[in-house]
């Protein structure tokens, strides 16, 4: 019996939990430097490490769980978690995350293979640029550097926010739009910048001073343009296929001599949280120059 009235259960050397675990000690020695699975006694005198019985089915769902690549931290959340549905719950959380990664490593190696074998322009010509042109305007703005895979939901909430305070400025006067002043990939972080255009350029000045302060928020009046742009689906806007959207005007542009006035932009003129995926929702855009 134990101290506190329970039944001891069996100790297991290393040597053989290790078979019953179907795992090497080098890998029992991981894990428990990692804080994955300790032993339940290491002899003081000969460090030794003994197991129990029972630790067998963590041992082998640990190892399982590594073959998944799942980060350390993960792991632990899974095995640890109150009962069997917490941590089904949890390792269908974490795959969920895994497939959506390789959908769009799929898609961006697809994407490549056009650049390499030199489809890039079959894959323009799918796209119809046109022109715009959009008046001077108030814009309340916020900024941050951010890379792509924080994007999509940085984009919903800083426009959301812009939105909301718009009714302190007079109203929306136009659509909100997201501008690039540099790169925003998986490895640069731009900055991008959320705009929303407003109706009173001095209560959009208070507001920025006073509520809009904590979150950096601007103003700046934006002078009148010409857009060269491309409609696009909400299933284009993902990234990277939006890469090719880009392109594509760079490409329209160039045939006819023009050069970029301004960042590129998103201009998200549709509900965003309504549309489907084949509704348009996103203008693709460069300034060009007026004549």
Request: overall charge negative; some cysteine; charged content about 25%.
């Amino acid at each position: 019996m134990t101290e506190d009235g329970g039944v001891d259960e069996e100790l297991l050397s290393i040597g053989a939990f290790a078979a019953r675990a179907r795992l090497s000690a080098k890998a029992l020695r991981l894990y428990d430097r990692l804080g994955l699975l300790a032993p339940a006694r290491v002899d003081e005198g000969t460090g030794y490490r003994f197991y129990r019985a029972g630790q067998v089915e963590r041992a082998r769902l640990v190892a399982l769980l590594r073959r998944l690549d799942m980060p350390l931290a993960r792991i632990a959340e899974v095995v640890d978690a109150d009962d069997a549905a917490a941590g089904a719950e949890r390792l269908a959380a974490y795959w969920a995350g895994v497939e959506a990664r390789h959908a769009e490593q799929r898609t961006l190696a697809e994407y490549l293979r056009g650049r390499l074998s030199g489809r890039s322009s079959e894959m323009y010509g799918t796209f119809t640029v046109e022109t715009a042109e959009v008046p001077e305007q108030v814009l309340v703005t916020e900024s941050r550097h951010i890379l792509a895979d924080e994007l999509p939901a940085w984009i919903g909430a800083a426009l959301g926010r812009l939105e909301a305070a718009a009714g302190q400025c007079g109203g929306p006067a136009g659509v909100p739009f997201v501008a690039y002043h540099s790169d925003v990939s998986a490895e640069s972080d731009g900055p991008a910048e959320a705009c929303v255009p407003v109706a009173d350029e001095a209560a959009a000045r208070a507001w920025a001073a006073g509520p809009g302060r904590a979150r950096g928020t601007t103003v700046r009046v934006e002078p009148a343009r010409r857009l060269a742009y491309v409609r696009i689906t909400k299933a284009q806007v993902a990234y990277p296929q939006i890469l090719a959207v880009f392109e594509a005007v760079e490409e329209w542009m160039e045939g006819r001599g023009l050069a970029p006035a301004g960042p590129c932009r998103e201009v998200y003129f549709a509900d965003w949280d309504a549309a489907g995926p084949q509704d348009p929702v996103c203008d693709v855009a460069f300034p060009v120059a007026l004549r």
